[in-house]
């Protein structure tokens, strides 16, 4: 509880800045780029290490894959029923199958889970809403976006080349190599700081904006997103008899808000920059509702 409550703090100081005229537009971005380039590798080269390989860290792996597929077969049909536009069934393919397990997800299960969950986050966030934002992303985009296609050559050069997947790959290759009490010591200093970090610059962001055009798509994005997928990710997991920690972090993460670099993606993309907004904006704050319910049912 602690923990969570720390969590909420961080996003209210994040949310009191942005009222401040002393911080620059920029802020955000550049505690963002912090996260990616020292925080999160850091934090990665601390804790992946610590894994016990076994079948337990396929959940985290496969889970993502799974509620993919199973949130965009739920938009389709609901784009098909409803009669969405174009752009908006791009915007909610991309935002209700990619959740925010990063930025987001990960401060939730280090507050909800302490520490021992956040290996099967970062898991879960690398090898699954990293690399389906990199692959399945890019086909939404070419296919219901503005703009010049997007090369595979240039896909994979981002991904390979993308500072946490870079960590995460070191830490794999490396997980029997101890490092020196300085050397982890310096990783500690550098991981703490994501969650202040990255949750100041989520609050600072969050610009939710609403107009009763929206209600319907948003309610059921959001429903999908915040409610069914880990819902139905949990039933899965009831039904096969598994409950290990590693399946607890996978459908938590199943249950985190749209993506906030998804979302930015979409409205570079033109794919209703409105809703895509209120779709990161409103779903992170109901998240903040959502979680906790959700974790009372494991």
Same mark, same amino acid.
């Given at each position: ?22 911080? $620059? ?15 999160? $590798? ?9 894994? +016990? ?34 752009? %908006? ?24 889970? @302490? ?52 960590? /995460? &790959?070191?830490?794999? &290759? *490396?997980? @029997? ?10 990783? @500690? ?5 994501? &969650?202040? &970090? ?7 962001? /969050? ?26 990710? /949990?039933? =899965? *997991?009831?039904?096969?008899? =598994? ?7 996978? =459908?938590?993460?199943?249950? %985190?808000?749209? %993506? ?14 409105? #809703? +895509?907004?209120? %779709?990161?904006?409103?779903? =992170?704050?109901?998240?903040? #509702? ?6 009372? /049912?494991?």
């Amino acid at each position: 509880m602690e923990n969570f409550i720390l969590t909420i703090a961080f996003l209210l100081i994040g949310m009191g800045l942005r009222r401040l005229p002393q911080f $620059p537009k920029e802020t955000a971005q550049v505690l963002n780029l912090f996260v990616i380039y020292v925080s999160l $590798p850091a934090l990665i080269l601390l804790k992946v290490p610590q894994l +016990t390989f076994s079948r337990d860290i396929l959940s985290p792996v496969v889970m993502p894959w799974v509620m993919l597929v199973v949130s965009a077969g739920i938009i389709l049909l609901a784009a098909k029923l409803y009669h969405w536009p174009q752009d %908006m069934t791009g915007a909610l393919l991309l935002l209700v199958p990619l959740g925010n397990t990063s930025f987001l997800g990960i401060p939730m299960v280090r507050a909800f889970f @302490d520490e021992a969950g956040i290996p099967y986050a970062v898991l879960y966030d690398q090898l699954g809403s990293f690399l389906a934002l990199a692959t399945y992303g890019t086909v939404v985009l070419a296919l219901y976006g503005s703009g010049a296609r997007p090369q595979l050559a240039l896909i994979v050069k981002k991904v390979i080349t993308f500072p946490p997947f870079l960590a /995460l &790959v070191l830490a794999l &290759v *490396c997980r @029997d190599v101890r490092l020196p009490a300085p050397a982890l010591s310096l990783l @500690d200093s550098l991981a703490v700081t994501l &969650v202040p &970090v990255v949750m100041i610059a989520v609050g600072y962001q /969050l610009t939710p904006r609403l107009r009763p055009e929206m209600m319907s798509p948003l309610l059921i994005g959001l429903s999908v997103k915040l409610i069914v997928a880990p819902l139905l990710a /949990l039933a =899965i *997991c009831r039904f096969l008899g =598994i409950n290990t920690l590693a399946v607890r972090v996978a =459908i938590f993460e199943a249950g %985190m808000p749209p %993506m906030v670099s998804a979302g930015a993606l979409a409205i570079m993309a033109g794919l209703a920059p409105e #809703l +895509t907004a209120a %779709m990161v904006g409103v779903g =992170i704050l109901l998240s903040f #509702l959502t979680l906790p319910l959700l974790f009372q /049912l494991f």
